[in-house]
Structure formats: structure tokens, C-alpha cells
């Protein structure tokens, strides 16, 4: 089983659009413990990257952030225990009791400047 939980969070551009930016947001401002296990990326589809992943998940609507291959939250900026309890379904056993015990944590929006570089709002949005 994966060492961390996979997002994909498909968007039109994290930077012009904002609730892409917001659904990134909502990503990079995990607490720390839930950074250290997870790996998520930002899937514009201003580029052939993007549409390719969009195509592959089967997307219908953005923004969508996709957890472990599943379709989550389509165009609805995930409620911070939404998002971890989604987590749960989908981590390894050895994952969701440090999950759960962050789950009354919440996000940390004092950070939005940091919490949008670690993102990497807007590195995927580049059309080639």
C-alpha cells in the first residue's frame, strides 16, 4: 500500500480562477501532520497535461479534487473535516487514527501566502 494518500485536484488555473485557488487552498492548508502524508498536485487544463489527467479521472465539472483515483469533491470547496473524513475512507489502516486525531485541528488560513506557494498555485498553468 501507498506511503501517501494521492490528490489530484483538477482546475482551470489555481491563480485567474478563484475557486480553483480556493480548492487548492483548502489542500495546502492541512496541518502539517496530514502534509506529511499526503502528495497532491494541482492538474490544470490550460495545458496538455492537465486535459490528460481531466480525461483520465473522467472529470465533468471544475474545480474537482480527487482523492485516490475517486471523483470527491466536484465544483463544492471541501468543509476541513469533510476533506480529512474523505482522507479516511481511502488511507492505509496505518494512516486514519493519526488522521482522525487531527480531524478537529483545522485549516490553517492565517497562512494564504504560504499556504498558495506550497500549493504551487499557478505552476501548472502555464500554456505550452
Keep these: 500500500m501507498a506511503d501517501k494518500i494521492k490528490i489530484d485536484v483538477l482546475t482551470l488555473d489555481s491563480v485567474q480562477c478563484a475557486a480553483c485557488g480556493y480548492m487548492m487552498e483548502s489542500i495546502a492548508a492541512l496541518p502539517d501532520e496530514v502534509q506529511g502524508m499526503i502528495e497532491y498536485k494541482e492538474w490544470s487544463i490550460k495545458n496538455k497535461d492537465g486535459i490528460g489527467k481531466f480525461m483520465e479521472m473522467k472529470g465533468k465539472v471544475l474545480p474537482t479534487v480527487c482523492i485516490e483515483g475517486d471523483l470527491v469533491f466536484e465544483s463544492i470547496i471541501p468543509q476541513y473535516e469533510e476533506l480529512i473524513d474523505e482522507m479516511v475512507k481511502r488511507a492505509p ?8 486525531s487531527t480531524r478537529d485541528k483545522g485549516f490553517e488560513f492565517d497562512k494564504l501566502e504560504a ?3 506550497k500549493a504551487g498555485s499557478g505552476l501548472h498553468t502555464k500554456v505550452e
Design 93 to 100: 489502516e496505518s494512516m486514519v487514527g493519526c488522521l482522525k
Design 115 to 117: 499556504n498558495l506557494k
